[in-house]
């Protein structure tokens, strides 16, 4: 796939290792809810030249069983702060493009459904919640990691 024409593909870079996963897998073993943060960095354009960030989140992931292997079946990333590596994400200003997460420019992605990354000005929420161990997927499962993780 081409990169879009104002977006250059020389000196970007995003990186978003994964670390401490949580995996719950149905007591039906036909499903499986996951959890993972991601410590990331990206390099992009930023006021006319190349700027590294910080960039940390969450990835919220549904799997399937299908004919014995496991295939994702939701993918959710929810970004916790973006900000420049020389800036504090306290002391970061609101940016119009952290108003509304658009996934990626060149795909045919939806915007996210829910983002609320952290500003100084508002409660932080600790989504995704981690997921908790359940028997069957259920259509009210779709949006399980924006609940708090339940007791069991």
């Not at 995996?23 to 992009?44: F, R």
């Not at 060149?106 to 508002?122: A, G, V």
């Not at 929420?125 to 069957?136: C, D, M, N, R």
């Amino acid at each position: 796939m081409q990169p879009k024409a104002d977006i250059p593909a020389k000196g970007v870079l995003f990186e978003h290792p994964l670390a401490t996963p949580i995996i719950e897998v149905a007591k039906d073993g036909k499903t499986a809810k996951a959890y993972w943060v991601s410590l990331g960095h990206e390099t992009k354009p930023r006021d006319g030249k190349m700027t590294a960030h910080w960039c940390w989140g969450k990835y919220a992931v549904d799997f399937v069983k299908e004919d014995g292997q496991w295939r994702i079946w939701h993918f959710k990333w929810f970004r916790g702060f973006i900000t420049p590596y020389d800036t504090s994400w306290v002391d970061r200003p609101r940016e119009p493009e952290l108003e509304r997460h658009i996934v990626c420019p060149n795909h045919n992605l939806k915007p996210s459904e829910y983002h609320r990354p952290y500003f100084i000005n508002q409660i932080a929420e600790s989504i995704p919640a981690a997921p908790y161990p359940y028997e069957t997927w259920r259509e009210e499962d779709k949006d399980w990691h924006l609940r708090p993780t339940e007791k069991v």
